[in-house]
């Protein structure tokens, strides 16, 4: 069970973590609660490097998550209609239509041409759906992650450290965080399809070292807990 999930009565998966793990986790998601906020600056991406079990602001842990729990949208707001700025928020709220993250159609293209028609057309239709859908998705990202926390804040680990057990919609909660995790992560060490080889191979020495070793251990925990929750 060490370093991975397996299967756990009632369809939930189990894992043991030590003290380290459970401080990195704690403070990555943390970390994620606080970029995800309704603000509109978003803090920093999450680092690994920030001390386990200490939040951004250094509060005492009940006042850390009294303070994380107390953010909320008004009921009924209408939400923003553009993408974020910030790279990483918008890997974690794309647009809904156009052809995702990355460079936007030509600005050669002809005004009166099919492929700026597409492009107004994409604008419009993902700033409709932005403004109705993405305070949910942060509020839904937001309940995950508190979940996380709180659940690594119930253990208490020893000295080999401690079993974490998740239900079935704690491990779907779980599940959510992490990928998002990795996508935080992601974006900020601007990992591609052709970078895997170039992540395994990088020297102690490299100042990405720490987020790399974060983004691989977090694919691993992503991938095991998938495979418990696949019938």
Partial sequence: MAGQFESAEAGGAAIALDEVEIS?????????????GPGTEPAEPPRPETPPGEGVRGDSLEEELAGIEGVSWPSFADGPSEPPADPVLARLFPDAYGPGPGPGPSPDA???SDEAARARHDRSASAEFRRYT??????????DGLAVVRSLDALTPGDRGAVLTLGPEESRRWLGTLNDLRLALGTRLEVSEDSDEELYSLPDSDE????????LWLGSLQETLVETLTP
């Fill in 24 to 36: 990195i986790l704690r403070s990555l998601t943390v970390q994620l609660l606080e970029l995800i």
């Fill in 110 to 112: 002809e005004p009166g």
């Fill in 134 to 143: 993405e305070n949910d998705l942060r509020a839904r990202k937001r309940e």
């Fill in 208 to 215: 990405r070292k720490p987020l790399v070793m974060a983004y």
